[in-house]
């Protein structure tokens, strides 16, 4: 049974840094796509970050030039480093593993809360 596990969240000042953890816990392969997502309180959840297999990264325009995604298939851990942050980068962020060969997501994580506040 693979489990994601996020870590990183807290409460930071606007223009601040965190660096965001998701650990998966049992086998998973290393061909799975890994997003990161976000969900902000009364919004629909929002991909801002993805990275394939072959280390190709997408971001959503909200977050571009201020996020970067990356993995470490060694360490089964995927990473989200956050900079510039803005307080409507507020949510809760979660972690994701699509499937290549079906295209949907296999795996989450139960999400790690994000507050940037001053």
């Known amino acids: 049974q693979v489990q994601l596990v996020e870590s990183g969240g807290g409460l930071v000042q606007p223009g601040g840094s965190l660096r965001l953890s998701c650990v998966a816990s049992g086998s998973i392969s290393s061909t799975y796509t890994m997003d990161w997502s976000r969900r902000a309180p009364g919004k629909q959840r929002e991909v801002v970050a993805t990275?394939?297999?072959?280390?190709?990264?997408d971001y959503a325009d909200s977050v571009k030039g201020r996020f970067t995604i990356s993995r470490d298939n060694a360490k089964n851990t995927v990473y989200l480093q956050m900079n510039g942050l803005k307080p409507e980068d507020t949510a809760v962020y979660y972690c994701?593993?699509?499937?290549?060969?079906?295209?949907?997501?296999?795996?989450w994580g139960q999400g790690t809360q994000v507050t940037v506040s001053s």
């Open positions: 990275i394939t297999s072959a280390g190709r990264t």
């Open positions: 994701n593993a699509k499937s290549p060969w079906t295209l949907t997501y296999d795996y």
